[in-house]
Nanobody, 125 residues
């Protein structure tokens, strides 16, 4: 069993930065990992994903150039560095893990079988 716990969320002014962390209780070194976010009334939205080795990374167009996903397999931790934050980035951010060895890093929620509880990010204007 794998448990994921997000941290690092909070309140920040527009243009500021936050760094989210996702700590895994199990060994996720061979798992693809991703960040999603969700606001009330909307479906969970893809933000960024990273392969087990870190050699393949995807970003949503809305965050490209501002967010950076990374991982430290030795610490079983995935990070999301968020810079130049905008009010529209306000959401609950979720960490996810895919335990299957796929040829392509997935960017849809259905492919991920482990999820964290979420951490709130609020960006004021």
């Amino acid at each position: 069993q794998v448990y994921l716990v997000e941290s690092g969320g909070g309140l920040v002014q527009a243009g500021g930065s936050l760094r989210l962390s996702c700590a895994a209780s199990g060994r996720t070194s061979l798992y693809d990992m991703a960040w999603f976010r969700q606001t009330p009334g909307k479906e969970r939205e893809f933000v960024a994903a990273i392969s087990w080795s870190g050699d393949t990374i995807y970003y949503a167009d809305s965050v490209k150039g501002r967010f950076t996903i990374s991982r430290d397999n030795g610490k079983n931790t995935v990070y999301l560095q968020m810079n130049s934050l905008k009010p529209e980035d306000t959401a609950v951010y979720y960490c996810a893990a895919d335990s299957s060895r796929r040829a392509v890093v997935p960017r849809q929620t259905l492919w991920y079988d482990y999820w964290g509880q979420g951490t709130q990010v609020t960006v004021s204007s």
